[in-house]
Nanobody
Framework: QAQLKESGGGLVQPGGSLKLACQAP????????MGWYRQAPGKERELVAT???????NYANSVKGRFTISREKAKNMVFLQMNSLKPEDTAIYYC????????WGQGTQVTVSS
């Protein structure tokens, strides 16, 4: 059973925007880092962005300048703002908490197509 729950995926045209959200239990939200990963059909799962507990962030080169990871500690939530979306961003997006243990969400589909 997934401990993390993603939402916000959907169908968007190229150049559009979406904001993904990940809800975590407080104990998991306090992991060393939270991140977003994605897996396109026929491809390996890849890192999109991470945010450390102290706030530092890291992005895949392919999304730098277009995606922003953030979190709201009061709500135990992590977000991924995705702008200037491209067809190659189409994938299932997963939320992950990394620390003593790793936890994954069930994923949310993002489709970028005209």
């Amino acid at each position: 059973q997934a401990q993390l729950k993603e939402s916000g995926g959907g169908l968007v045209q190229p150049g559009g925007s979406l904001k993904l959200a990940c809800q975590a239990p407080e104990s998991i939200f306090r992991s060393d880092s939270m991140g977003w990963y994605r897996q396109a059909p026929g491809k390996e799962r890849e890192l999109v962005a991470t945010i450390m507990w102290r706030g530092s962030t890291n992005y895949a080169n392919s999304v730098k300048g277009r995606f922003t990871i953030s979190r709201e500690k009061a709500k135990n939530m992590v977000f991924l703002q995705m702008n200037s979306l491209k067809p190659e961003d189409t994938a299932i997006y997963y939320c992950k908490a990394s620390g003593k243990n790793d936890y994954w969400g069930q994923g949310t589909q993002v489709t970028v197509s005209s």
